[in-house]
Nanobody, 120 residues
Framework: QVQLVESGGGSVQAGGSLRLSCAAS????????MGWYRQAPGKQRELVAA???????SDADSVKARFTISRDNGNNMVYLQMNSLKPEDTAVYYC??????????????WGQGTQVTVSS
């Protein structure tokens, strides 16, 4: 049974930081491309950042230089360090797993999501 469990969400003021974590189980973690998506109220889910098994990173223009994705293959964890948070970053953040960067737009597995709220 595959599980992706996010943690680390919460409420923060604009300019603050949060670190999201995703613990994966039930998959051979090191071979999967991992991603973070977010969905704000009334908006479509969007890909924030992804990291391949080899450490190649792809991230959205809206978060470049502010968010950093990383992974720990030894502990089956993927992280999203979020700095200089803005109110528009408010969303539910989801961890996702795909076979490659080319398929990260249609992940095979999803976590349940964690809420991030940024106040001005």
């Amino acid at each position: 049974q595959v599980q992706l469990v996010e943690s680390g969400g919460g409420s923060v003021q604009a300019g603050g930081s949060l670190r999201l974590s995703c613990a994966a189980s039930g998959i051979v973690f090191r071979v999967w491309t991992m991603g973070w998506y977010r969905q704000a109220p009334g908006k479509q889910r969007e890909l924030v950042a992804a990291i391949t098994s080899g450490g190649e990173i792809s991230d959205a223009d809206s978060v470049k230089a502010r968010f950093t994705i990383s992974r720990d293959n030894g502990n089956n964890m993927v992280y999203l360090q979020m700095n200089s948070l803005k109110p528009e970053d408010t969303a539910v953040y989801y961890c996702a797993a795909a076979s490659s960067l080319s398929t990260i737009s249609d992940p095979r597995f999803w976590g349940q999501g964690t809420q991030v709220t940024v106040s001005s």
